[in-house]
C-alpha cells in the first residue's frame, strides 16, 4: 500500500490567494483527520471525518478554512483567503475506523508558506 | 480540554543508554495512550498503544507505562541508538468527537 497521499508536498502563495490541499488516506480506510502543525502549537486536529462525513470541525480555525471528502478515497482541505499566519505544515491522517484504539497513519504534509 | 504536556526541551542521550521521555495530562483519564515517532520533513509514525489497564506494554526496544493515578506515561528506549533519535510525540483519545490529541514531543538526540 502506498500510504496517504498528500499534495503538494510544498506550498508557496501570496495573502490573499486561494489555497488547496489534496489528501488520498489509506484504501479501506473509514476516517481521515486533518492536522496543523506548528512550532508554537504542536499538531492541532482541524476536522475529522467518519465514513465521508464530517464529525467535528470545532477546530477549523475560521470560516476562511473549509474541508470536503466527496468519496472514500479523495479529501480536500480549502484555505480561502489565506494570509501569513496559515504558514505551517499540514497533515492527513486516515485510520481504519474511528475509534480511540485506532492508530493512525500520516501523510508526509503539505508545508504551505503564505508571504 | 485536555492539556498535554511533554518536554519541551531537547534530551540528549548517550548510545547505548536508556532514554526515557515523560508524557504528562492533566483533566480526564483517557482510555487509550499512544506514541508516535516523528523525523524531520515526515509525518508521525506510531508506534505504540496502552490502555488504561495496562501498566506496561513492550515491543522490542521500546517500554511503554501508563500511571493514570498520576496521569503519566514514560516511554523507554533501551540501548539506544543514533538511529532513534526523533522527536516522539505521545497522543491521548477519549473516545468522544474530539479526536487524538497529541502533545507537543519530545526531541531526542542520541549522540555516538
Known amino acids: 500500500d502506498a500510504g496517504v497521499i498528500q499534495s503538494p508536498r510544498h506550498e508557496v502563495t501570496e495573502m490573499g490567494q486561494e489555497v488547496t490541499l489534496r489528501c488520498k488516506p489509506i484504501?479501506?480506510?473509514?476516517?481521515l483527520f486533518w492536522y496543523r502543525q506548528t512550532m508554537m502549537r504542536g499538531l492541532e486536529l482541524l476536522i475529522y471525518f467518519n465514513n465521508n462525513v464530517p464529525i467535528d470541525d470545532s477546530g477549523m480555525p475560521e470560516d476562511r478554512f473549509s474541508a470536503k471528502m466527496p468519496n472514500a478515497s479523495f479529501s480536500t482541505l480549502k484555505i480561502q483567503p489565506s494570509e501569513p499566519r496559515d504558514s505551517a505544515v499540514y497533515f492527513c491522517?486516515?485510520?481504519?475506523?474511528?475509534?480511540?484504539?485506532?492508530?493512525?497513519?500520516f501523510g508526509s504534509g503539505t508545508q504551505l508558506s503564505v508571504l | 480540554s485536555q492539556k498535554i504536556e511533554q518536554n519541551s526541551e531537547a534530551l540528549n542521550i548517550q548510545e547505548g543508554k536508556t532514554a526515557t521521555l515523560t508524557c504528562n495530562y492533566t483533566n480526564y483519564s483517557p482510555a487509550y495512550l499512544q506514541w508516535y515517532r516523528q523525523d524531520p520533513g515526515r509525518g508521525p509514525v506510531f508506534l505504540l498503544l496502552?490502555?488504561?489497564?495496562?501498566k506496561e506494554k513492550r515491543k522490542e526496544r521500546l517500554k511503554v507505562t501508563f500511571d493514570t493515578t498520576l496521569k503519566q506515561s514514560l516511554f523507554h528506549i533501551t540501548a539506544s541508538q543514533p538511529a532513534d533519535s526523533a522527536t516522539y510525540l505521545c497522543?491521548?483519545?477519549?473516545?468522544?468527537?474530539?479526536?487524538?490529541?497529541f502533545g507537543k514531543g519530545t526531541h531526542l538526540i542520541i549522540q555516538p
Open positions: 491522517a486516515s485510520s481504519l475506523v474511528r475509534a480511540p484504539s485506532e492508530k493512525l497513519f
Open positions: 484504501s479501506g480506510h473509514n476516517s
Open positions: 496502552i490502555r488504561e489497564n495496562e
Open positions: 497522543a491521548l483519545d477519549r473516545g468522544g468527537a474530539d479526536g487524538l490529541t
